[in-house]
Protein backbone atom coordinates (compact mmCIF):
# COMPACT_ATOMS: atom_id res chain seq x y z
CA UNK A 1 0.00 0.00 0.00
CA UNK A 2 3.29 2.50 0.58
CA UNK A 3 3.92 2.20 -2.77
CA UNK A 4 1.13 2.78 -4.54
CA UNK A 5 1.31 6.05 -2.26
CA UNK A 6 4.14 7.27 -2.92
CA UNK A 7 3.78 6.51 -7.03
CA UNK A 8 0.32 8.78 -6.52
CA UNK A 9 2.75 11.39 -4.90
CA UNK A 10 5.34 11.22 -7.28
CA UNK A 11 2.69 11.18 -10.20
CA UNK A 12 1.15 14.67 -8.66
CA UNK A 13 4.53 16.30 -8.03
CA UNK A 14 5.60 15.93 -11.81
CA UNK A 15 2.10 16.74 -13.04
CA UNK A 16 2.49 20.50 -11.32
CA UNK A 17 5.73 21.07 -12.52
CA UNK A 18 4.42 20.02 -16.14
CA UNK A 19 1.53 22.28 -16.04
CA UNK A 20 3.94 25.15 -14.02
CA UNK A 21 6.16 24.89 -17.24
CA UNK A 22 3.62 25.71 -19.74
CA UNK A 23 2.29 28.16 -18.23
CA UNK A 24 5.26 30.46 -18.08
CA UNK A 25 6.14 29.67 -21.65
CA UNK A 26 2.56 30.99 -22.98
CA UNK A 27 1.55 34.16 -23.95
CA UNK A 28 3.69 37.17 -22.42
CA UNK A 29 6.04 35.36 -19.84
CA UNK A 30 7.60 33.85 -23.13
CA UNK A 31 11.08 34.40 -22.86
CA UNK A 32 12.00 32.33 -25.73
CA UNK A 33 10.07 33.96 -28.22
CA UNK A 34 11.14 37.74 -28.08
CA UNK A 35 9.10 38.59 -31.95
CA UNK A 36 7.39 41.65 -30.30
CA UNK A 37 10.46 42.34 -28.21
CA UNK A 38 13.18 45.33 -29.41
CA UNK A 39 16.01 47.28 -27.92
CA UNK A 40 17.60 50.86 -28.55
CA UNK A 41 20.90 51.80 -28.01
CA UNK A 42 22.65 55.50 -27.17
CA UNK A 43 25.13 54.16 -29.25
CA UNK A 44 26.94 51.03 -30.04
CA UNK A 45 30.53 52.28 -31.17
CA UNK A 46 32.91 53.80 -28.66
CA UNK A 47 36.42 55.09 -29.04
CA UNK A 48 38.35 54.83 -26.22
CA UNK A 49 41.04 56.96 -27.76
CA UNK A 50 44.65 56.93 -26.50
CA UNK A 51 45.32 54.96 -23.84
CA UNK A 52 48.18 53.91 -21.76
CA UNK A 53 49.99 50.88 -22.45
CA UNK A 54 49.00 47.96 -19.48
CA UNK A 55 45.90 50.33 -18.10
CA UNK A 56 42.74 49.03 -19.40
CA UNK A 57 39.95 51.01 -20.95
CA UNK A 58 36.38 50.90 -19.96
CA UNK A 59 33.31 51.34 -22.10
CA UNK A 60 29.81 51.29 -21.16
CA UNK A 61 27.12 50.85 -23.28
CA UNK A 62 23.45 51.56 -22.40
CA UNK A 63 20.42 49.39 -23.96
CA UNK A 64 17.08 49.95 -23.81
CA UNK A 65 14.03 47.67 -23.91
CA UNK A 66 11.84 49.01 -26.18
CA UNK A 67 9.58 46.21 -26.71
CA UNK A 68 6.65 45.34 -25.03
CA UNK A 69 7.71 42.39 -23.25
CA UNK A 70 10.83 41.02 -21.12
CA UNK A 71 13.82 40.16 -22.73
CA UNK A 72 17.43 38.77 -21.97
CA UNK A 73 20.85 38.17 -23.21
CA UNK A 74 21.88 34.73 -23.79
CA UNK A 75 25.27 34.87 -24.95
CA UNK A 76 28.16 38.08 -24.97
CA UNK A 77 31.39 37.21 -26.50
CA UNK A 78 34.33 39.86 -27.30
CA UNK A 79 36.43 39.16 -30.71
CA UNK A 80 39.19 37.89 -28.23
CA UNK A 81 40.35 37.44 -24.89
CA UNK A 82 41.44 40.73 -23.80
CA UNK A 83 37.90 42.23 -23.41
CA UNK A 84 35.50 41.46 -20.83
CA UNK A 85 32.17 41.82 -21.14
CA UNK A 86 29.12 42.64 -17.92
CA UNK A 87 25.80 42.63 -18.41
CA UNK A 88 22.40 41.92 -16.68
CA UNK A 89 22.09 38.01 -16.46
CA UNK A 90 18.30 38.45 -15.69
CA UNK A 91 15.41 39.56 -17.78
CA UNK A 92 14.99 43.09 -18.45
CA UNK A 93 11.86 44.87 -18.45
CA UNK A 94 10.12 46.78 -20.90
CA UNK A 95 11.36 50.30 -20.81
CA UNK A 96 14.21 49.28 -18.37
CA UNK A 97 17.43 50.63 -19.13
CA UNK A 98 20.49 48.79 -18.77
CA UNK A 99 24.22 49.03 -19.09
CA UNK A 100 26.45 46.40 -20.96
CA UNK A 101 30.43 47.31 -19.38
CA UNK A 102 33.29 46.02 -21.64
CA UNK A 103 36.64 46.80 -20.16
CA UNK A 104 38.99 46.47 -22.51
CA UNK A 105 42.53 44.59 -21.53
CA UNK A 106 45.09 47.30 -23.09
CA UNK A 107 48.34 44.98 -23.43
CA UNK A 108 49.65 45.54 -26.66
CA UNK A 109 50.62 49.20 -28.22
CA UNK A 110 49.04 50.28 -31.27
CA UNK A 111 45.61 51.05 -32.51
CA UNK A 112 42.59 48.14 -32.25
CA UNK A 113 39.28 47.66 -32.82
CA UNK A 114 37.45 45.43 -30.95
CA UNK A 115 34.21 43.80 -31.22
CA UNK A 116 31.47 42.54 -28.34
CA UNK A 117 28.59 40.41 -29.81
CA UNK A 118 25.51 39.63 -27.59
CA UNK A 119 22.83 37.09 -28.39
CA UNK A 120 19.67 38.37 -27.49
CA UNK A 121 15.72 36.88 -27.55
CA UNK A 122 14.22 39.24 -29.87
CA UNK A 123 13.90 38.91 -33.92
CA UNK A 124 17.09 40.39 -34.25
CA UNK A 125 18.95 38.09 -31.73
CA UNK A 126 22.37 39.36 -32.75
CA UNK A 127 23.63 43.13 -31.66
CA UNK A 128 27.29 44.27 -32.14
CA UNK A 129 28.89 46.69 -30.33
CA UNK A 130 32.37 47.92 -31.57
CA UNK A 131 35.27 49.96 -29.34
CA UNK A 132 38.15 50.93 -30.82
CA UNK A 133 41.24 53.38 -29.47
CA UNK A 134 45.10 53.24 -29.66
CA UNK A 135 47.49 52.09 -27.08
CA UNK A 136 50.99 53.73 -26.87
Known sequence: M???F??????TIIGSVSVNAQTWN???ND????????????TKDIDLGTMKQGKPGK?????????????????AEGSCGCTQIEYP????????????????DAEDVGV??????L????????????ITGEVK
Do not use: C, H
Request: avoid cysteine; charge should be positive.
Open 2 to 4: KKY
Open 119 to 130: TLNIEESTQILY
Open 89 to 104: KRPIKPGEVVNITTIY
Open 6 to 11: FILIFA
Open 59 to 75: AVFKMKNTGGQPIFISK
Open 31 to 42: LSSGKNGAVSWD
Open 112 to 117: FAKTVT
Open 26 to 28: SGK
